[in-house]
């Protein structure tokens, strides 16, 4: 995609041109190595730096996330101006709702309040995480930094993301699949079947002839269900499993299941050491990043074990490693590893560590997960099927053999 920019030399010179890049982090990458400070980047004529997908969402996705905050830690990082960054960001941005959140940035940073007071305002969108290390960074002068860490955190979670959707599409299309296989034969063979046994008056077994009367039930209003379960289908997904009720609710149910438990745990220790390492690289004290980072881990137990560590352990002159050692709930190489680090000074780094080291457990968990529901869905959909199957060819057995 051709860029064409406005930016300015050392000596003052203004300069323009235009630039093949994938986007304009490329062309602020560009310029930086020439040494230029960035005036202007817009897309040339024919070309659209926001997507038609990108620009008919209403939401702000994690896309734009970590777009927003790699672009501004380059920007910052070539000596442009927070403001000046923000209205660069305005002019070529096309989304409506990015560029109503940016212009609302402006205009609470041209009244004096702090960066990060736009982004407390949406908690929907931008996490405590997110707030407190930009307002840390804000604090600490240090915002291209926090930026930086930020892209490149959004970048590790939606990467997470990522993996666990695509190692659950396999089982969604047979689910799909054995789903229409199985309305297919109670709407057309099922019907057929009965019709036979009607015409030739033959009393087909019970069995039979309860899976038959079901499946003609089912034909009979087979409209009627699929608007049902389209409805439900779609309830369930904006009216209950957005809830804060519903959420909790699939949660718990979720670490009631042994194989999905693992999954969870594995997730929930991934994101505690990820979040506390940013948090403590932001420069915030342990306790302050405990609290934080227990609102984001999202499994109870882990949260309430990294409140006590906070409030009933170090706030009481326990050492880190003292502190972890007391919560069940954490692994012994987590509690080691936070003892060590604590006595060497670097606990972040190690945390880090753990964070690259359990997003691989992740990996590993949900595959774990998919390889023991595959088998589970194909044995129970086999068992619905065969139960179909063998209900017509009993009494088609048993009419053969009138003849």
């Keep these: 995609m051709r860029f064409h920019y406005i930016a300015s030399q050392k000596t003052g010179k ?61 920007m910052l990082k070539v000596g442009t101006d927070l403001l000046k960054a923000i209205d660069i960001l305005i002019t070529d941005l096309d989304k409506p709702a990015m560029r109503a959140l940016l212009m609302e940035i ?11 007071s736009t982004f407390m305002k949406y908690p929907k969108y931008f996490s405590p995480v997110f707030v407190n290390l930009i307002k840390a960074g804000e604090a600490s002068g240090n915002l291209e930094k926090v930026f930086s860490d930020l892209s490149f955190s959004l970048e590790k979670d939606q990467g997470l993301r990522r993996k666990i959707k695509s190692a659950l599409t396999y089982p969604a299309i047979l689910l799909a699949a054995s789903f229409s296989i199985l309305i297919l034969l109670v709407s057309f063979a099922v019907p057929k079947i009965a019709s036979v046994f009607s015409s030739v008056n033959t009393q087909p077994p019970l069995f039979s002839r309860i899976v038959i009367s079901t499946g003609l ?16 289908a779609v309830s369930f997904w904006y009216l209950f499993s957005k809830t804060v009720f519903g959420k909790n609710f699939l949660y718990q149910l979720g670490t009631k299941l042994p194989v999905i438990k693992g999954v969870l ?43 006590r560590i906070s409030r009933e352990g170090i706030s ?17 190489v987590v509690v080691n590893l936070m003892a060590i680090s604590e006595k060497a000074g670097h606990i972040e780094d190690i945390l880090g560590t753990l964070s ?48």
């Design 106 to 116: 402006r205009g609470a940073l041209e009244k004096g309040n702090p960066f990060y």
């Design 265 to 307: 745990n594995q997730i929930a220790l991934q994101r505690f050491a990820s979040v506390l390492s940013s948090l403590l690289k932001s420069g915030l004290s342990i306790l302050d990043a405990l609290e934080i980072t227990a609102q984001t881990v999202g499994l109870p137990e882990l949260k309430n074990s990294l409140l």
């Design 217 to 232: 039930f089912i034909s009979d209003y087979i409209w009627f269900f699929l608007i049902f379960l389209i409805v439900a």
């Design 14 to 74: 203004m300069i323009e041109g235009d630039f093949e890049a994938s986007g304009t982090a490329g062309v602020l990458e560009y310029l930086a190595g020439q040494g230029l400070r960035p005036i202007s980047i817009k897309a040339a004529e024919g070309a659209k730096e926001i997507s038609k997908r990108m620009f008919f969402k209403k939401n702000i996705t994690i896309e734009d996330k970590v777009f927003l905050t790699k672009y501004l830690s380059l």
């Design 356 to 403: 690259d080291f359990y997003s691989g457990e992740v990996e590993t968990a949900i595959k774990t997960m998919v390889s023991f529901l595959e088998p589970v869905m194909l044995v129970g959909i086999g068992l619905v099927i065969g139960t179909i199957a063998i209900s017509i060819i009993v009494p088609i057995y048993q009419l053969i053999g009138q003849f």
């Design 316 to 332: 009481k002159g326990l050492t880190v490693g003292d502190a972890f050692r007391r919560e069940a709930i954490f692994p012994r």
